[in-house]
């Protein structure tokens, strides 16, 4: 039975080399890639693609491991200063074997540490304060975390329909962040994300979520007996609560009946809209304002006029939410487009969401840095993205 194995990663700039030991090869590559030990700063600077890694042996016991470790170590004379290897090997151990087993550090100590380490590589002392990365560089590191994922055909789909990280993960329901971790196999989809994506693709998921590593793609779920609430069911009387809950706080009766007459449920609505579904629950119960693009697409869907359909049984007038009260109309549509968010701009501009949005309702003034950024992403001219309808 194998154990675990002796590899030695070797950088091509400078011929310095590092030996290691791991029971998981793909986890400890990517540790070396986002750690802060000597051989992960050397990676990290120099880029992965100029290492080269060699599998020296493969060991059935710790035991076997250690030795071996030692013995590659000084074989390849990899020890610092003449390699990564700060140590002989064969020494990090678990359990017993450690020099700390059994001792703990007392409060002071801990004390000490959390004041030493407070605030450090923040603010001023920061060695990138007061920087920016380039948009060529925000570009690189986004094809660098983009290229992780073994769901090739799913990133091919993503730019055919030019839609980005944070915009497929509003459609799906989920927050980016959760959505880049799947994407980039530190989560499992589910088989909810599995309809979402068949549904906002149109392609089977056999297709979108095929491995270029081989791998089966395995989809979590709770239902049939995982789900807590399997071989139950909900008294009449809990539905029609539940169903009074979701749909009967809505003051847009006139929307809710066009949808009824139509047989849309709002997952349909949101599909048909290009929203999540909690953003378009929210709306409908009236605790966000719909924006100018969600009314033309209501009155788009149903053919009604969208006064009949924006009528609140509370009285209350509807006024759209701000992007529709921007100056900029050319680059608003341009935006509109490309599925981006403010959020997403902000990042590619390197500002806060809330600097951006303040942008575009003229409160404050985009720079010269700005729209030249903007041309370059957006593929228009300056002019006819700086024209305001004032």
């Known amino acids: 039975m194998i154990y675990g194995i002796i590899y030695k990663i070797t950088n091509a700039l400078c011929g310095l080399s590092y030996v290691g030991q791991t ?17 992960d700063k050397a990676i990290q600077r120099d880029g992965w693609e100029n290492f080269t890694l060699d599998i020296l042996a493969v060991c059935n016991s710790k035991e076997e491991l250690n030795e071996k470790e030692v013995f590659y170590i000084a074989y390849y004379n990899c020890k610092f200063p003449n390699g990564y290897n700060l140590t002989d090997g064969g020494e990090g151990l678990p359990g017993e074997s450690n020099p700390f087993y059994g ?5 002071e100590t801990k004390a000490i540490l959390r004041e030493k380490n407070l605030g450090r590589n923040c603010g001023e002392d920061h060695y990138f304060y007061g920087q920016h990365h380039t948009l060529e560089r925000c570009l690189v590191f986004s094809e660098k975390h983009r290229g992780e994922t073994p ?6 789909e993503m730019e ?25 196999d530190k989560l499992s989809f589910t088989e909810k994300d599995a309809e979402n994506l068949v549904i906002i693709f149109d392609r089977p998921i056999e297709y979108l979520l095929q491995r270029d590593d081989g791998l089966p793609t395995i989809l979590t779920s709770r239902a049939g007996e995982k789900n807590p609430f399997f071989g139950k069911h909900h008294t009449g009387e809990n539905r029609t609560k539940f169903s009074k809950m979701n749909r009967g706080e809505s003051p847009y009766k006139n929307l809710l009946k066009e949808m009824d007459e139509l047989h849309i449920t709002y997952r349909g609505l949101t599909i048909l809209m290009g929203v999540s579904i909690v953003n378009i629950s929210r709306k409908m119960r009236g605790e966000r304002n719909f924006t100018a693009k969600d009314i033309a697409k209501l009155v788009e869907i149903f053919g009604c006029p969208a006064e009949y359909l924006m009528a609140r049984d509370d009285g209350i007038v509807v006024t759209p939410s701000n992007r529709g009260k921007t100056p900029f109309k050319n680059l608003a549509k341009e935006l509109d487009k490309r599925n981006m968010t403010y959020t997403a701009l902000g990042k590619i501009l390197g500002v806060t969401h809330q600097t951006i949005s303040d942008k575009m309702h003229g409160k404050k003034r985009f720079t010269e840095k700005d729209w030249a950024k903007l041309s370059e992403i957006l593929n228009c001219p300056v002019e006819y993205l700086m024209q305001r309808d004032e």
């Open 151 to 156: 769901y090739k055909n799913l990133l091919k």
């Open 23 to 39: 029971v998981n090869l793909k986890r400890r590559i990517y540790q070396h890639r986002t750690g802060d030990q000597f051989i």
């Open 160 to 184: 055919r329909l030019q839609l980005t990280y944070t915009a497929l993960a509003e459609r799906m329901g989920l927050t980016q962040p959760a959505l880049s971790m799947k994407i980039r």
């Open 103 to 107: 001792r703990h550090h007392t409060e």
